[in-house]
Protein backbone atom coordinates (compact mmCIF):
# COMPACT_ATOMS: atom_id res chain seq x y z
CA UNK A 1 0.00 0.00 0.00
CA UNK A 2 1.42 3.55 -1.09
CA UNK A 3 1.89 5.98 1.53
CA UNK A 4 -0.06 9.12 0.92
CA UNK A 5 2.11 12.29 1.61
CA UNK A 6 1.37 14.54 4.54
CA UNK A 7 2.60 17.83 3.19
CA UNK A 8 -0.15 20.18 2.57
CA UNK A 9 -0.44 21.51 -1.26
CA UNK A 10 -0.44 25.15 -1.14
CA UNK A 11 -2.20 27.22 -3.99
CA UNK A 12 0.17 30.28 -3.44
CA UNK A 13 4.46 29.94 -3.34
CA UNK A 14 5.83 29.54 0.04
CA UNK A 15 6.56 31.86 3.00
CA UNK A 16 9.56 33.69 1.52
CA UNK A 17 7.81 35.11 -1.47
CA UNK A 18 4.57 35.98 -0.15
CA UNK A 19 6.27 37.91 2.77
CA UNK A 20 8.69 39.46 0.74
CA UNK A 21 5.90 40.84 -2.04
CA UNK A 22 3.58 41.65 1.02
CA UNK A 23 6.69 43.97 2.88
CA UNK A 24 7.37 45.53 -0.71
CA UNK A 25 3.35 46.38 -1.32
CA UNK A 26 2.92 47.57 2.27
CA UNK A 27 6.34 49.79 2.21
CA UNK A 28 5.71 50.98 -1.19
CA UNK A 29 2.50 51.96 0.04
CA UNK A 30 2.26 53.09 3.65
CA UNK A 31 6.07 52.90 4.83
CA UNK A 32 7.77 54.74 2.75
CA UNK A 33 4.95 57.71 2.01
CA UNK A 34 5.06 58.20 6.31
CA UNK A 35 8.96 57.57 6.45
CA UNK A 36 8.77 60.58 4.13
CA UNK A 37 6.32 62.65 6.01
CA UNK A 38 9.28 62.29 8.83
CA UNK A 39 11.81 63.10 6.80
CA UNK A 40 10.10 66.72 6.01
CA UNK A 41 9.67 66.74 9.41
CA UNK A 42 13.63 67.11 10.65
CA UNK A 43 13.73 70.47 8.89
CA UNK A 44 10.82 71.62 11.25
CA UNK A 45 12.29 72.73 14.76
CA UNK A 46 10.72 71.66 18.61
CA UNK A 47 10.02 75.67 18.48
CA UNK A 48 7.98 75.55 15.24
CA UNK A 49 6.32 72.20 15.95
CA UNK A 50 5.21 73.44 19.74
CA UNK A 51 3.57 76.88 18.32
CA UNK A 52 1.67 74.59 15.94
CA UNK A 53 0.58 72.42 18.27
CA UNK A 54 -0.66 74.66 20.46
CA UNK A 55 -2.23 77.54 18.41
CA UNK A 56 -5.39 78.31 18.62
CA UNK A 57 -7.04 78.08 14.89
CA UNK A 58 -5.18 74.68 14.69
CA UNK A 59 -6.40 73.47 17.80
CA UNK A 60 -9.64 74.45 16.75
CA UNK A 61 -9.30 72.79 13.38
CA UNK A 62 -8.93 69.54 14.48
CA UNK A 63 -11.58 69.71 17.45
CA UNK A 64 -13.69 70.07 13.96
CA UNK A 65 -12.41 67.39 12.35
CA UNK A 66 -12.55 65.14 15.20
CA UNK A 67 -15.79 65.77 16.54
CA UNK A 68 -17.81 65.41 13.48
CA UNK A 69 -15.57 62.50 12.35
CA UNK A 70 -16.79 60.54 15.37
CA UNK A 71 -20.51 61.79 15.30
CA UNK A 72 -20.80 60.83 11.49
CA UNK A 73 -19.46 57.34 12.65
CA UNK A 74 -21.43 56.98 15.31
CA UNK A 75 -24.66 57.50 13.48
CA UNK A 76 -23.03 55.61 10.60
CA UNK A 77 -23.02 52.42 13.03
CA UNK A 78 -26.48 52.92 13.49
CA UNK A 79 -27.65 53.44 9.83
CA UNK A 80 -25.61 50.87 8.79
CA UNK A 81 -26.85 48.03 10.77
CA UNK A 82 -30.00 49.11 9.86
CA UNK A 83 -28.95 48.70 6.14
CA UNK A 84 -27.31 46.06 6.18
CA UNK A 85 -30.30 43.97 8.27
CA UNK A 86 -33.26 45.08 5.60
CA UNK A 87 -30.33 43.98 2.56
CA UNK A 88 -29.58 40.71 4.31
CA UNK A 89 -32.87 39.60 5.98
CA UNK A 90 -35.76 41.07 3.50
CA UNK A 91 -36.27 40.57 -0.13
CA UNK A 92 -38.18 43.00 -2.33
CA UNK A 93 -38.36 44.60 -5.37
CA UNK A 94 -34.95 46.74 -6.43
CA UNK A 95 -32.96 45.12 -4.05
CA UNK A 96 -30.05 44.66 -5.88
CA UNK A 97 -30.02 48.49 -7.15
CA UNK A 98 -30.43 49.28 -3.67
CA UNK A 99 -27.40 47.11 -2.28
CA UNK A 100 -25.56 49.19 -5.53
CA UNK A 101 -26.55 52.51 -4.58
CA UNK A 102 -24.43 51.97 -0.94
CA UNK A 103 -21.59 51.59 -2.63
CA UNK A 104 -21.98 54.91 -4.19
CA UNK A 105 -20.11 56.99 -2.22
CA UNK A 106 -17.00 55.03 -2.99
CA UNK A 107 -16.95 55.89 -7.08
CA UNK A 108 -18.42 59.25 -6.85
CA UNK A 109 -15.86 61.84 -6.22
CA UNK A 110 -15.87 63.28 -3.08
CA UNK A 111 -15.57 67.27 -4.64
CA UNK A 112 -19.08 66.33 -6.75
CA UNK A 113 -20.65 64.75 -3.38
CA UNK A 114 -19.49 68.29 -1.40
CA UNK A 115 -20.93 70.23 -4.05
CA UNK A 116 -24.46 68.13 -3.83
CA UNK A 117 -24.65 68.40 -0.99
CA UNK A 118 -24.15 72.35 -0.47
CA UNK A 119 -26.94 73.07 -3.29
CA UNK A 120 -28.87 71.10 -1.30
CA UNK A 121 -28.40 72.03 2.29
CA UNK A 122 -27.62 75.84 1.43
CA UNK A 123 -29.99 78.51 2.60
CA UNK A 124 -31.55 78.78 -0.65
CA UNK A 125 -30.94 75.28 -1.90
CA UNK A 126 -33.92 72.61 -2.13
CA UNK A 127 -33.92 71.41 1.18
CA UNK A 128 -31.78 73.93 3.17
CA UNK A 129 -34.67 76.47 1.75
CA UNK A 130 -37.21 74.96 3.94
CA UNK A 131 -35.08 74.19 6.59
CA UNK A 132 -33.38 77.87 7.08
CA UNK A 133 -36.61 79.53 8.06
CA UNK A 134 -37.08 77.36 10.95
CA UNK A 135 -33.56 78.20 12.36
CA UNK A 136 -31.79 74.84 11.02
CA UNK A 137 -28.96 75.36 9.19
CA UNK A 138 -27.20 72.50 7.77
CA UNK A 139 -24.50 74.14 5.40
CA UNK A 140 -21.93 76.13 6.23
CA UNK A 141 -21.96 74.97 9.69
CA UNK A 142 -20.58 71.36 11.54
CA UNK A 143 -23.64 69.73 11.31
CA UNK A 144 -23.12 69.75 7.43
CA UNK A 145 -19.77 68.50 8.10
CA UNK A 146 -21.00 65.71 9.77
CA UNK A 147 -23.82 64.91 7.00
CA UNK A 148 -21.06 64.68 4.06
CA UNK A 149 -19.20 62.46 6.30
CA UNK A 150 -21.67 60.62 6.89
CA UNK A 151 -22.50 60.10 3.44
CA UNK A 152 -18.54 58.95 2.63
CA UNK A 153 -18.65 56.66 5.31
CA UNK A 154 -21.59 54.82 5.58
CA UNK A 155 -20.50 52.04 2.92
CA UNK A 156 -17.53 51.10 5.39
CA UNK A 157 -20.06 50.15 7.83
CA UNK A 158 -22.88 48.27 5.50
CA UNK A 159 -20.17 46.34 3.89
CA UNK A 160 -18.79 45.25 6.82
CA UNK A 161 -21.57 43.92 8.57
CA UNK A 162 -23.42 42.82 5.93
CA UNK A 163 -21.18 39.35 5.45
CA UNK A 164 -21.49 38.77 8.88
CA UNK A 165 -25.36 39.11 9.27
CA UNK A 166 -25.68 37.06 6.35
CA UNK A 167 -23.45 33.82 7.78
CA UNK A 168 -25.59 34.62 11.35
CA UNK A 169 -27.35 30.84 12.02
CA UNK A 170 -31.16 31.54 12.27
CA UNK A 171 -31.55 28.72 13.86
CA UNK A 172 -30.11 29.72 17.26
CA UNK A 173 -33.01 32.68 16.79
CA UNK A 174 -36.04 30.56 16.36
CA UNK A 175 -34.38 28.40 19.58
CA UNK A 176 -34.25 31.68 21.55
CA UNK A 177 -37.96 32.18 20.25
CA UNK A 178 -39.17 28.53 20.89
CA UNK A 179 -37.86 29.04 24.61
CA UNK A 180 -39.60 32.20 24.81
CA UNK A 181 -37.60 35.12 23.93
CA UNK A 182 -39.12 38.25 22.62
CA UNK A 183 -37.45 39.94 19.34
CA UNK A 184 -35.49 42.52 21.61
CA UNK A 185 -34.16 39.90 23.79
CA UNK A 186 -32.77 37.85 21.37
CA UNK A 187 -31.56 40.61 19.29
CA UNK A 188 -29.34 42.01 22.21
CA UNK A 189 -28.22 38.18 24.08
CA UNK A 190 -27.81 35.94 20.06
CA UNK A 191 -27.51 38.73 17.45
CA UNK A 192 -25.54 41.53 19.02
CA UNK A 193 -22.88 39.99 20.17
CA UNK A 194 -21.63 38.37 16.91
CA UNK A 195 -22.02 41.89 15.43
CA UNK A 196 -20.22 44.02 17.93
CA UNK A 197 -16.67 43.01 16.27
CA UNK A 198 -17.81 43.94 12.59
CA UNK A 199 -19.72 47.24 14.07
CA UNK A 200 -16.06 48.68 15.57
CA UNK A 201 -14.42 47.77 12.23
CA UNK A 202 -16.90 49.53 10.48
CA UNK A 203 -16.56 52.40 12.80
CA UNK A 204 -12.99 52.33 12.70
CA UNK A 205 -12.80 52.64 8.92
CA UNK A 206 -15.22 55.31 8.71
CA UNK A 207 -13.59 57.42 11.34
CA UNK A 208 -10.22 57.12 9.86
CA UNK A 209 -11.99 58.04 6.55
CA UNK A 210 -13.72 61.23 8.22
CA UNK A 211 -10.17 62.48 9.91
CA UNK A 212 -9.04 62.83 6.44
CA UNK A 213 -11.62 63.68 4.40
CA UNK A 214 -10.96 67.02 1.87
CA UNK A 215 -13.47 66.74 -0.83
CA UNK A 216 -16.69 66.89 0.29
CA UNK A 217 -16.59 68.83 3.40
CA UNK A 218 -14.33 71.56 1.74
CA UNK A 219 -17.62 73.34 -0.02
CA UNK A 220 -20.43 72.43 3.04
CA UNK A 221 -18.55 73.70 5.90
CA UNK A 222 -17.65 77.33 4.37
CA UNK A 223 -14.40 77.11 6.05
CA UNK A 224 -14.79 79.83 8.93
CA UNK A 225 -11.33 79.56 11.15
CA UNK A 226 -11.95 78.34 14.71
CA UNK A 227 -15.69 77.20 13.75
CA UNK A 228 -15.72 75.21 10.08
CA UNK A 229 -12.69 74.73 8.94
CA UNK A 230 -10.90 71.16 9.15
CA UNK A 231 -7.41 69.96 9.85
CA UNK A 232 -6.84 69.18 5.65
CA UNK A 233 -7.70 72.21 4.92
CA UNK A 234 -5.01 73.68 6.89
CA UNK A 235 -2.76 71.70 5.57
CA UNK A 236 -3.25 72.84 1.87
CA UNK A 237 -3.46 76.77 2.98
CA UNK A 238 0.25 75.95 4.71
CA UNK A 239 1.53 74.58 1.61
CA UNK A 240 -0.64 77.19 -1.04
CA UNK A 241 1.48 79.54 1.54
CA UNK A 242 5.00 77.69 0.65
CA UNK A 243 5.09 76.96 4.38
CA UNK A 244 5.94 73.50 4.19
CA UNK A 245 7.21 73.46 7.86
CA UNK A 246 4.37 74.61 8.68
CA UNK A 247 2.13 71.81 6.56
CA UNK A 248 4.26 69.19 7.66
CA UNK A 249 3.63 69.95 11.86
CA UNK A 250 -0.42 69.89 11.23
CA UNK A 251 0.33 66.36 9.01
CA UNK A 252 2.59 64.96 12.11
CA UNK A 253 0.31 66.01 14.39
CA UNK A 254 -2.73 64.60 12.53
CA UNK A 255 -1.06 61.38 11.95
CA UNK A 256 0.00 61.14 15.97
CA UNK A 257 -3.77 61.51 17.21
CA UNK A 258 -5.05 59.70 14.72
CA UNK A 259 -2.33 56.49 15.00
CA UNK A 260 -3.47 56.99 18.75
CA UNK A 261 -7.23 56.70 17.91
CA UNK A 262 -7.23 53.75 16.08
CA UNK A 263 -4.65 52.21 18.12
CA UNK A 264 -7.66 52.52 21.58
CA UNK A 265 -10.61 51.51 18.85
CA UNK A 266 -8.82 48.36 17.40
CA UNK A 267 -7.95 47.53 20.95
CA UNK A 268 -11.22 47.44 21.96
CA UNK A 269 -11.69 45.56 19.41
CA UNK A 270 -9.55 42.44 19.66
CA UNK A 271 -10.90 42.87 23.05
CA UNK A 272 -15.07 42.36 22.27
CA UNK A 273 -13.77 39.41 19.98
CA UNK A 274 -12.07 37.56 22.41
CA UNK A 275 -15.21 38.94 25.16
CA UNK A 276 -17.95 37.02 22.28
CA UNK A 277 -15.60 33.84 21.38
CA UNK A 278 -16.17 32.88 25.66
Given at each position: ??????????????????M????L??S?????????????????????????????????????????????????????????????????????I????????????????????????????????????????????????T????????????R???????????????????????????????????????????????????????????????????????????????????????????????????????????????????????
Amino acid sequence: MSSVGTSKVRVLPGFGITMGFTVLYLSLVVLIPLAALLFNSTGLTWGKFIDMATNPRILASFKVSFTTAGLAAFANLFLGLLLAWVLVRYEFPGKKIFDAIIDLPFALPTAVAGVALTALYSPNGWIGSFLDPLGIKIAFSQLGITLALMFIGIPFVVRTVQPVLAELDTGVEEAAATLGAGRWLTFRKVILPELIPPLLTGFALAFARGIGEYGSVVFISGNMPMKTEIAPLLIMTQLEQFDYAGATAVALLLLIVSFILLFLINTLQRWSRKTSRR
